[in-house]
Nanobody
Framework: QVQLVESGGGSVQAGGSLRLSCVAS????????MGWFRQAPGKEREGVAV????????????LYADSVKGRFTISQDNAKNTVYLQMDSLVPEDTATYYC???????????????????????WGQGTQVTVSP
């Protein structure tokens, strides 16, 4: 059984930084994609950043939404089964509930920065709130 547990949300002023963490259990081997989505009130859930890892080679690629490129950095610590999202230069438009997501197998889209839609992900965390004030 796959479980994802997020932490690290909070409130910050514009220009500030936050780091989100997601600890995964039950999803340690093979090809997989893990990353972060966010959903603001009245909006659809959108992909923010994803790490997609091939099973045979272990090679990983990182994918970012255009709106966060250059400001957010996704990384992973395989020994800890943890994915991080470092968010810098935050703006009020980044305010949302952030969800950790995972799926078996790689997934790269031809649009949206290469991030496949939320419907392609099988496993979700409970969400953590990020609020950026002007």
């Amino acid at each position: 059984q796959v479980q994802l547990v997020e932490s690290g949300g909070g409130s910050v002023q514009a220009g500030g930084s936050l780091r989100l963490s997601c600890v995964a259990s039950g999803l340690t081997y093979g090809s997989k994609s893990m990353g972060w989505f966010r959903q603001a009130p009245g909006k659809e859930r959108e992909g923010v950043a994803v790490i997609s890892t091939g099973g045979r080679t272990g090679h990983s690629i990182t994918l970012y939404a255009d709106s966060v490129k250059g400001r957010f950095t996704i990384s992973q610590d395989n020994a800890k089964n943890t994915v991080y999202l470092q968010m810098d230069s935050l703006v009020p438009e980044d305010t949302a509930t952030y969800y950790c997501a995972a799926r078996l197998g790689t997934c790269v889209s031809s649009s949206s920065g290469g991030i496949c839609p939320a419907s392609d992900y099988n496993f979700w965390g409970q969400g953590t709130q990020v609020t950026v004030s002007p």
